[in-house]
């Protein structure tokens, strides 16, 4: 059974009485109206507040209520599975608009919205004609569903219209890319917290950086600089949690996460396979320009990579490797500070800018 409500001004009057073989004058619009499939033409029952039509006229399956004319901006559509908004030439007009906001920002379970032009008394009319067409130019530019009701032979159309597939994946897209935007708002300050927590005990801690420069880091090798950055990709990528996967994880929430479940985007984007991407584009990154510096690129002979102390007078100010510890790690906290908080902002902003083209 498809439930439909009709809404809008006096048109939805003229379109049922289509369905009824009847004259849209016996259709009291102080009352609300429900026309159900019959076993006859007509059969009408009425109270003091609506009336019930039963005909054989339309088609199994569907039933169809009009509130009565002054409850439109009140009803409650949870109730239904399709609404039409009629609307009659002059079109456009401000009260059509306000029903259509009403229940497209609605957060209930609204039903799919259809916009129905009737086009009849005025079918002569040149201004009629142009500023309908002129409407529906509009509303198919705002992604609206809009079809003409011009005589009975539109009534099939319309009762048994349904949304396209394209049109309900963009309206989703258009609502989830309002979290997604809050969210990315939250973004720069949810690195920072990030930026925070690694210096407390993370890939910027202390404890971190001095594993990096350490002699372990470079007992038995003979390139100070490439063992540096080795040590530093194991505590910026590491298998489980910790390191940049904190920030892998921001971008996630962002774009993938709402309050209630997952997006739309991660029907999209295959979740897991764009965090293993972000990762590697950051790790790319920062092998590519953590290349050693022409200064340090000379080699340890086995007494100086196999001696602690040796190492320790090479890397202190005076020593061949002067500098280094100090050049390395400052180039170190300006990747995870700096290069791969923009990394992450453009691989997100790069996502979003693809949901926004698709809603075009």
């Not at 009701?149 to 309002?178: C, F, G, M, N, Y």
């Not at 489980?240 to 709402?258: P, Q, S, V």
């Not at 997952?262 to 396979?273: G, H, K, Y």
């Amino acid at each position: 059974m498809t439930r439909w409500i009709f809404l809008g001004d006096e048109s939805r009057r003229q379109f049922v009485s289509w369905i009824l073989r009847d004259t849209p004058e016996n259709l009291d619009n102080e009352k609300s109206i429900t026309v159900k499939r019959g076993q006859t033409p007509f059969e009408r029952t009425e109270t003091e507040k609506q009336v019930v039509i039963s005909t054989y006229y339309l088609p199994p399956g569907i039933e169809i209520f009009l509130p009565a004319y002054s409850d439109d901006m009140n009803i409650n559509t949870e109730a239904f599975d399709k609404c039409a908004i009629f609307e009659m030439f002059p079109f456009g007009k401000e009260s059509t608009e306000d029903l259509a906001r009403l229940l497209e920002t609605s957060k209930k379970n609204s039903p799919m919205l259809l916009f129905v032009l009737t086009d009849t008394v005025y079918n002569d009319d040149e201004d009629s004609l142009v500023g309908l067409q002129s409407y529906k130019k509009f509303l198919m530019k705002k992604n609206r569903d809009v079809l003409v009701a011009r005589d009975e032979s539109d009534v099939a159309e319309i009762l048994h219209w349904h949304r396209p597939l394209a049109t309900d994946l963009i309206k989703q897209i258009r609502r989830e890319l309002e979290n997604i935007d809050r969210n990315f708002e939250n973004f720069f300050d949810a690195y920072d917290r990030f930026l925070i927590e690694q210096k407390i005990n993370g890939c910027l801690s202390d404890a971190s950086k001095k594993r990096i420069v350490s002699f372990a880091t470079i007992k038995g090798k003979s390139h100070i600089w490439m063992n540096y950055r080795e040590t530093a990709l194991k505590i910026l990528f590491p298998s489980n949690a910790g390191g940049m996967n904190g920030a892998i994880e921001i971008y996630c929430d962002a774009l993938f996460r709402t309050a209630e479940k997952n997006t739309l985007a991660s029907f999209i984007w295959d979740v897991a396979a764009d965090r293993i991407k972000l990762a590697e584009k950051l790790k790319l990154y920062f092998i590519e320009n953590m290349q050693t510096p022409k200064k340090f690129q000379g080699f340890l002979n086995p007494d100086e990579y196999n001696s602690e102390h040796i190492y320790n007078s090479l890397i202190r100010r005076g020593g061949r490797f002067s500098g280094i510890t100090e050049d390395f790690l400052n180039e170190y906290e300006k990747f995870v500070s700096r290069d791969a908080r923009e990394i992450v902002t453009s691989e997100l902003d790069s996502h979003i800018q693809k949901l926004k083209e698709m809603v075009q």
